[in-house]
């Protein structure tokens, strides 16, 4: 789930949000005055989204982990 908050309220309930988005796996965006918005996720989640755009980025890996991935659904039928 994606929660919203602004800089000042975030700042507010830090610790709160931390447990937020590690514990329950919900992503934070901060809104900034005068600045650009952040999004705050949980670090292995990060690990992994960097990991399958790595794997995603050449065509040809790309085209043997998403037949992988239909194989996988199919056989789960």
Request: glycine share 2%; aromatic share 4%; hydrophobic share 45%.
């Amino acid at each position: 789930m994606t929660i919203e908050f602004t800089y000042n309220s975030a700042r507010k309930q830090l610790a709160t949000l931390l447990d937020r988005v590690t514990q329950d796996h919900d992503i934070v965006i901060i809104h900034r005055r005068g600045a650009e918005d952040v999004a705050m996720i949980a670090a292995n989640e990060l690990a992994s989204l960097t990991e399958s755009a790595y794997l995603l980025r050449s065509p040809q890996n790309a085209k043997r982990v998403l037949s992988a991935l239909a194989h996988a659904l199919k056989n789960e039928s």
